[in-house]
């Protein structure tokens, strides 16, 4: 079954940091763009970053909000995509979602159900 | 940043409605613009691409329209299981924008 499922959601502190892992099944991660999206409670979608596929050296790009704290990477030999956080904010907290963009067609064709990240002292 | 500005914000229909959802791009975006479906404490699920494409397995009563800086999405007869809030996304240019969701509600 294709599918994309995320962990590693909860609560962490101020400044902390967290590793989310999504697994990938039923497709080969290295063909396809893989982004993270995120919803904070109650409010709308937004785009959080994205890993360019092996044809394009799994080069990265990142929303203006996250840059510089969050780093997404891909584990291609266990078809698993992570995004690592670092001083979390308040307004982090949200649930992340990890994404599949198939390059011919460039939306967001496939998504997790999502984990829960809450960022609070 | 590319805005994504969508009217409106909510709406009350009944079932057998057709309902139209409007998305306005701050610059022309061509046809890289999708939608999206989510209901409560569900992930976003794909209806449409390329402004106009159905996504494989979105149900057919789901349209859209538009290119440049106006899109639609058309729900033809609105079903029970249609009333949910509707996000449109702009894939032209980095960072990635949603509309802020239009939320069909139940007249």
């Known amino acids: 079954e294709v599918q994309l499922v995320e962990s590693g959601g909860g609560l962490v502190q101020p400044g902390g940091s967290l590793r989310l892992s999504c697994a990938a099944s039923?497709?080969?991660?290295?063909?396809?763009?893989m982004d993270w999206v995120r919803q904070a409670p109650g409010k709308g979608l937004e785009w959080v970053g994205r890993v360019r596929n092996k044809a394009n050296s799994y080069t990265t790009k990142y929303a203006a909000s996250v840059k510089g704290r969050f780093t997404i990477s891909s584990d291609h030999s266990e078809n698993f995509l992570f995004l690592q956080m670092s001083s979390l904010r308040i307004e982090d907290t949200a649930v992340y979602y990890c994404?599949?963009?198939?390059?011919?067609?460039?939306?967001?064709?496939?998504w997790g159900r999502g984990t829960l990240v809450t960022v609070s002292s | 940043d590319i805005q994504m500005t969508q009217s409106p914000s909510s709406l009350s229909a009944s079932v057998g409605d057709r309902v139209t959802i409007t998305c306005r791009a701050s610059?022309?975006?061509?046809?890289?613009l999708a939608w999206f479906q989510q209901k409560p404490g569900k992930a976003p699920k794909p209806l449409i691409y390329a402004a106009s494409s159905l996504h494989r397995g979105a149900q057919p009563q789901f349209s859209g329209s538009g290119s440049g800086t106006d899109f639609t999405l058309t729900i033809s007869s609105l079903q029970p299981e249609d009333f949910a809030t509707y996000y449109c996304q702009q894939y032209k240019n980095y960072p990635l924008t949603f509309g802020g969701g239009t939320k069909v509600e139940i007249k």
């Open positions: 610059q022309d975006i061509s046809n890289s």
């Open positions: 039923g497709f080969t991660l290295s063909d396809h763009y």
């Open positions: 994404t599949r963009v198939p390059t011919t067609l460039w939306y967001f064709d496939l």
